[in-house]
């Protein structure tokens, strides 16, 4: 079976007779030459070819190119000058696993071979297998995204505290506010600075830039156990952060903790795709990163009427957003004013959607109003509130294997700088 294959060369030196090669290799035909990003990722979304080689200088190769080319079932191989040290670590930042000098045409031949192998097997690369570590051997941090339905159920309140409730378990942990409509956790812990560490990341990673140290330098030290990745600091600066880039900030952030704890948006609608053409950004990709990577989704909804309906509803949505996906249900907010036993809104969640809570979060306005006015957590300055009792029960639930639990908390190391 032919091969058929697009090639973005941008002119360099070994282009010209990597395409004679090529078009006189049997078993690989060449269909399109592309000039630019844009021709090689409408090409691929056409169907045209079925392995892609793409130069890493070329202008404007960033992530999004890459997830958009390797979501239309094309596998890319990235090709270097031999003599480029740096090319091959940038093509492996940005997404692409394989990569070849481009003067080695034998060698380009049995790479382009070989790609088409992994696309016909379905075989996964170390980037898309969860459980697979992370280049250099580096062991995967466990993921956990707190997602819920609209109407504020509380999503922020418990990735914070499950967070902060891991690292005083002694666990590293990183949490990452992915919220696109409006992230909040930076000002729930009195950081509020202009600058979006998420944002600052997903730049470095869209350049093939992100690694350990630049991560490093994004990040907002809280104690020496839990880090955070500030949110964007106002929700029209959406269209920044792709899905591309987010998901190679998700990579490196799994080598830097061996938890990370991502608050995502409520909308999972891709309506976006219909109404634009291939190139276009989409709001709620990053959301959709988070969740088809997440080892565990915590489910969090409202005790209230409008809440648990809502919450019945958007566990459906979630499902079909991703099947399979392992799920934590929380029902948040709960007070005797509503009287309703836990008995019966578990039985209620679990008839209408199938599964039943797995904790309740009792409604402690008191303590969340004293932790935010100090812009602390929870575990900080309300450790006897119930609420906090039951997050650390959730923390435990989620926290890796053989995680034992600490008497205590780890003070934060230092007082944070705030900007007003």
Known sequence: MTVTVL???????????????????????????????????????????????LTVGMRGLDTDVVRRILDAGVQLVAVTDSDDAGAAARAVALGMIATVAGDDVPAVVRAVVAADERRRSDQLDGFDDPEAPGPGGTERG???????????????????????????????????????????????????DEVSGLLAAARSANTGRLDLDELGRHVRQINPTLRILTGLPRADRWSALRAGSFDAVLTV????????????????????ELSFDTAAPRRNGATLAALEQADDIIVVGSADPLGLARLTRGIFELREAVPGAQLHVVVNKVRDSLGWSRAAITDTVHRLAGVSPSHFLPLDQSAVDRAWVNGRSLAECARDSPLRVQLTQLARTVAPAGTAPREGITRRRRRRDVTV
């Open 253 to 272: 952030a799994r080598q830097m903790a061996p938890v990370v704890v991502v608050d995502v948006g409520f909308n999972l609608e891709l309506d976006e």
């Open 142 to 192: 466990r993921l956990i995204v707190v997602w819920g339905p609209t109407g504020a159920p509380g999503r922020s309140t418990v990735a914070l505290g499950v967070a902060s409730e891991t690292a005083g378990l002694g666990v590293p942990t990183l949490l990452i506010d992915a919220d696109v409509y409006g992230g909040s956790v930076g000002q729930m812990l009195a950081m509020l």
């Open 7 to 53: 090639l973005a060369g941008a002119d360099e030196p070994w282009e010209t007779p990597l395409v004679r090669a090529l078009s006189a290799s049997p078993g690989i035909a060449l269909t399109r030459r592309c000039v630019d990003v844009a021709d090689a990722v409408a090409t691929a979304a056409s169907g045209q070819v079925r392995v892609a080689l």
